[in-house]
């Protein structure tokens, strides 16, 4: 005793202390899938496992066919060293080992020769370990350690480098397969020599046959499964994901997170398939966040991992960008909330006239009076910027800056109108969460991408109310687009969706939800160098539907909160048809109300001032009069008014100047009439054919001669939304045509009367 006190004193253990540069730094999935390793100091890949974490068929099949009485012997077993030396000694050759398992551990922890003393040297450290330590602990230092081979030291970096899983999910057969691979790991590595591997899996799962630990039925099931194994090789999934993990955990070495490692794989492929029809130098990213219990399913942070040219090591979802158009929904549901439209509101796409903020849209010419959704299923730009600045651009800032969402404005910039249009830069990962809020009641919860510890009950903050969020999640519901197709068109499971172009085709974007999921897509180039014709709808959309459809999209869409409500609404007013008189009811339309909120239509930017209904006076003939001109008597008389810059799409006889009565012959210089503005030099649906210049005799588009009577002041022109220039009152405009096809012209003038027309050529 006092020999082995004194020998343990002289050379004492010195034990693995399990700390993150003694094990490769792992990154797994939800299930424990690799999606990316990191091998050792010395390029080891060793992962660290605990004896509750392997499989209990690998245990008791390493246990059996190594060393049945483990738990029962000091450490060296003298009946298993005496029968394997006889049986070596009759053959003359090497039959069978004598090694426990704490003798193993010994020669992998404290390496040795293989002669007499070398043997008494590991028979000794297994005495120590065994004094010193528990035969669990020892046990779990032989799963951790053993050779697999090559580089991979371990059971669980076996598992995961040759079959693609963890050592918990182990299967009987695939148990004995790694139990024996130890015993001669380059000899029996089943994805070199798969029929050797066979051949001894198969003597493993013979012992524990003969042992009784397996019965027949489970012995003969086990002989049925093939052998496969992968070729060892570095996992990448979530690559740069797990960088940004490694980076902020450095004493880890197992980092546990919330992806799908399947759905990871998936989404991966086909975002490589997709920007392979794109340039060399482009790249794409998804994010794909599930809405109920906040957690991040799919992180794919650049479309080709390595790749120097698609600049792969740039993680795009962290990126900031613009955004193009995809805060507009945001807009409308804060308006919505704040009482200022409804599902049903007039809205204009029409020119902004003397605006100081005058975009155009994405497509050419301009729609004129449309709805919330309609606006947002055509993504057009006008009506945003007008909803946004009755909304302010300060409180738009502040609302999204109140839930964490960090929108990076130019520098010494204020908030202002282009905040509609992407004026400022922000991350897949924030749009991502602020789409999931409509999901979530209009409450923005934190992302989780860490699976341990688990949490629960997340701090959430407001961004809209349940019936906002509502209203604006439904307005997202919109057929999908013509130029893509996908089974949710005839599976009737449509999704919300909103698509974006950022300025200069740098960015191209599409947001998608269900009850279960957010899913963002971004193409571009990193580098920031535009990409003229690559845009949300046909870049970014088609991924989007096709991650869709690998989404289990249950449950049901949610049904309206109490406080919905479906209305008619009359045009050009914005009221309840119920509360707008017959007159004053050009048209009809169904949208959604929140908290019996009916706002009237947004004030006409080109006439502030003006009264809706105008009030008109007229006297018992019916004609025109005022107080001045005519003591009465009188009546008064109301007159629904559509926005001046919305009359060249308004019928004729609805326009203000037609509605107003005649003027009473007294009252002509009193009042003063309203001209109405009409194109002259083309009539309606005229098609315009090419002529042959005379100097080369090739063909050349019309050159318009084009004028408008009446009206008040300069006539402003536009052709297809392209503002083209402004003539005088009796002035002839001159339009060359830029293309051939469909032609929106448009003319407003100071006043802001407006007419439109629409011609051919060809």
Known sequence: MAVALLLDWLLPLQLPQHQAAEFSRVVVDSQGRTLRAFPDRNGVWRMPIALDQ????????????????????PGINPLAIARASWQNLRCGCVVSGGSTLTMQVARRLYPHSRDFSGKL????????????????????????????????????????????????????????????????PSFWRPDRHP???????DKVLKRLLDFQVINQHDYQLALLDPVFARQPDTPQQAALLARQLIQQYPQQSLIRTTIDGELQREISQQVERDVQQMTRQHSAAVLVLDNQTHQIR????????????????????????????????????????????????????????????????FASGFSGPVTPQ???????????????????????????????????????????????????????????????????????????????????????????????AWVTADWLRNPLPGHSRSLDVWQARPFGWKTGTSYGFRDAWALGITPQYTVGVWFGRPDGTPSPGYFGGITAMPTLQRIMSLLDRQPDWPTAPEEVQQQTICWPLGRLASATPTDQCHRQLSGWTIRQMVPPTLPDNANPNGQNPLPVLVNQQGLRVNASCDPGPYQLRYLASWPLMLEAWTPRQQRLSQQ?????????????????????????????????????????????????????GLR???????????????????????????????VIDDEGNSDRIGVFAD
Not at 137 to 143: G, K, P, S
Not at 195 to 201: G, L, T, V
């Open 54 to 73: 392997v499989s209990p068929d690998y245990l008791q099949a390493v246990i059996n066919y190594e060393d049945r009485w483990f738990y029962w012997h």
């Open 121 to 184: 040297q590991q028979a000794l450290r297994a005495l120590q370990l065994e004094w010193h330590l528990s035969k669990d602990d020892i046990l779990q230092l032989y799963l951790n350690y053993a050779p697999m081979g090559g580089v991979i030291e371990g059971v669980e970096a076996a598992a995961q480098m040759y079959l693609d899983k963890p050592a918990s999910q182990l299967s009987l057969s695939e148990a004995a397969l790694l139990a024996v691979l130890p015993q001669s």
């Open 195 to 201: 029929q050797r591997a066979k051949a001894a899996r």
């Open 298 to 361: 799919a992180y794919v942070g650049t479309a080709d991992f390595g790749n120097q040219q698609r600049l792969g090591h740039v993680d795009m979802v962290q990126a900031i960008r613009s955004p193009g158009s995809t805060l507009k929904p945001f807009i409308y549901g804060l308006a919505l909330d704040q009482g200022l439209i409804h599902g049903a509101s007039l809205l204009s796409d029409a020119p902004r006239l003397r605006q100081q903020y005058q975009p155009g849209n």
């Open 374 to 468: 309609q606006a947002l299923h055509q993504s057009l730009n006008l009506p945003a910027v007008q909803v946004l600045e009755a909304l302010t651009p300060e409180r738009f800032y502040a609302a999204l800056g109140n839930v964490g969402f960090n929108y990076q404005l130019p520098e010494a910039a204020k908030p202002n109108l282009s905040l509609a249009l992407g004026g400022g830069g922000v991350s897949l990962w924030q749009l991502v969460m602020l789409y999931s809020a409509l999901m979530n009641q209009g409450d923005v919860y934190p992302s989780q991408f860490l699976a341990d510890p688990p949490t629960t009950n997340l701090p959430a903050k407001h961004l809209l109310s349940p019936a906002a």
């Open 660 to 712: 107003l009565p005649e003027v009473a012959p007294d009252c002509r210089q009193a009042l003063s009439l309203q001209r109405n503005l009409q194109i002259t030099g083309l009539e309606p649906n005229e098609r315009l054919r090419s002529v042959h210049r005379q100097e080369d005799g090739q063909l050349a588009l019309p050159v318009l001669a084009l004028g408008a009577n009446g009206g008040v």
């Open 716 to 746: 402003h022109w536009y052709i297809n939304g392209e503002y083209r220039g402004s003539s005088g009152e009796r002035q002839v405009f001159q339009l060359p045509l830029r293309q051939p096809g469909e032609q929106q012209i448009v």
